[in-house]
């Protein structure tokens, strides 16, 4: 029976660290070792978390202390985790670039004329490149390695800035932007494997977090230096961070599921024990992930026939519903064009303040989203956003139609900024981070990578349609009907969240694939070994 809880264990423990997910919380027992679902349920004493009556005291305190040594090895997990999302941080950047530098390019800070359309196909170009990035990478991250392609990725990243900065026409930003945009696409997928792979299952959830709140972190870095620097500062600015991210990469190993998947089991064993001080558990952790990766390889299947299953589809028409409504809220509209948009409020707040508040607005409330979502669910926090974002685009648009029809807008003109200042907190709170949660969560095993892969281009493609079309829409349909478009979209996905979502906060892996319609009877009887699948 040991032998069956040991082996139960390792293909869980490596499902953890393997696969980017923080939704699955094992069953552990007083021993330290996971236990299968069937034998304890979910309203189990050991998952209400009181100590069963069985466990002695020399077990106790022997627990203690494995958990006093443990708070003491997580030092180098943060700080490699805070290093790898700096990635994010220059995703963030090239993000939030145009909201300050498009106003300056058409003031003619360039030495050649940029004209409002040259402005939207410079801040739409982005996505393109970063739909490209994540296919390749997806591609390579298994060859090459994690470590490798994030230090390899500043070398475009450099080149995209060095166009843009130095650019003798439209066409060479354009070029930038697409070189910068692939860098952000390609680490979108890379970072947060490499954070779960190094992360202990205690912590991965809020390693998990960082790279959102770096992105966030980019984009008020651009507002807050575009409210200084004109538009050639402000390149170099962003151009800095790729420099330092590409120092700071050497002082940290690859990632030890890379090495193990080349058969270089020394190389893993010296990268887990920068991660494990102190190393007494390495060589168990070790073999742990060893025998998951020959479970894994074991149980391959063709992919076309895994798609096929009911819990895939439902999964990826999950997945790709909720990119959908993150993306066709508004949410870029109001990245890419802040300041425009508060130019054009007449508001006595200057435009720069305004973005800079909703800037430190997304980036605290990203920090709230990572205390609150295991504690109040995915579904109910998706729902608050989804509809406080509908009733912030509505007051939006009806502000912009009050102004058209030459009403008397004066006593009103804080609408804009407090209503983008909620849009964004219960963006960031609910539809930014949740949705990525939601692709870790939602997928089976065999198809992650895939399915994953397909849903983050996927979105960088409605990242791209709403920021190449949101200056024609407002030309073609004024401003205040596009906000509201925005509106009806809201109304859609709250119908999405009530009717389609799934809450996924506390269940396991089988009990997710349950809900989307996965017959887990063969997988539970057929060996104790494929009950983590």
Known sequence: MNNIFEESSRVCEYDDNYVATSFRRPIIDEDGVEVSKNLYGEKSPL?????????????????????????????????????????????????????????????????????????????????????????????????????????????????????????????????????????????????PLYTSEIAEKEIRGTLGTYFQLQVNAGILFTYVMGSYLDVFGLSVACAIIPVIY????????????????????????????????????????????????????????????????TPAKRGLFLGLGVMVFQQFSGCNAVIFYATTIFNATGSSISSNTSTIIIGIMAVVSTYVSTLVVDKLGRKILLLYSVIAMGICTFLIGGFFYAKESNFNISYIGFIPLMSLCIFIILFSIGFGPIPWMLMGEIFPAQIKGIASSIVCMSNWLFVFLVTKFFTLLVSAIYLYNTFWLFTLFSVLGTFFVVFIVPETKGKTMEEIQELLGADLIPLLTENHNDVYE
């Open 47 to 191: 998952v209400n978390k009181t100590v069963p009556k069985t466990i002695t005291t020399a077990q106790r305190i022997a627990a203690e202390s494995m958990e006093s040594q443990v708070q003491t090895q997580k030092g180098n997990q943060y700080l490699a985790a805070l290093i790898v999302t700096i990635g994010g941080f220059i995703m963030g950047t090239t993000l939030g670039w145009t909201a300050p530098a498009g106003p300056m390019m058409e003031n003619g800070q360039y030495k050649f004329q940029i004209t409002v359309e040259n402005v939207s196909w410079i801040a739409s170009v982005m996505p393109l490149g970063a739909m490209l990035g994540c296919p390749v990478m997806a591609g390579l991250v298994n060859k090459l390695g994690r470590k490798h392609l994030m230090i390899m990725l500043t070398i475009p990243t450099l080149a995209g800035w060095a166009m843009i900065i130095w650019a003798k026409s439209v066409v060479w930003i354009c070029a930038g932007r697409f070189l910068t945009g692939f860098s952000s696409g390609s680490y979108s997928v890379i970072i």
């Open 246 to 309: 590409l120092y700071l990469m050497f002082l940290i190993p690859e990632s030890p599921i890379f090495y193990l998947m080349k058969g270089n089991v020394e190389k893993a064993r010296l990268s887990l024990k920068y991660f494990r001080k102190p190393v007494d558990c390495v060589d168990q952790e070790l073999n742990t992930m060893q025998s998951a990766l020959a479970k894994t390889e074991r149980e391959r299947v063709p992919i076309m026939e895994a798609f096929q299953t």
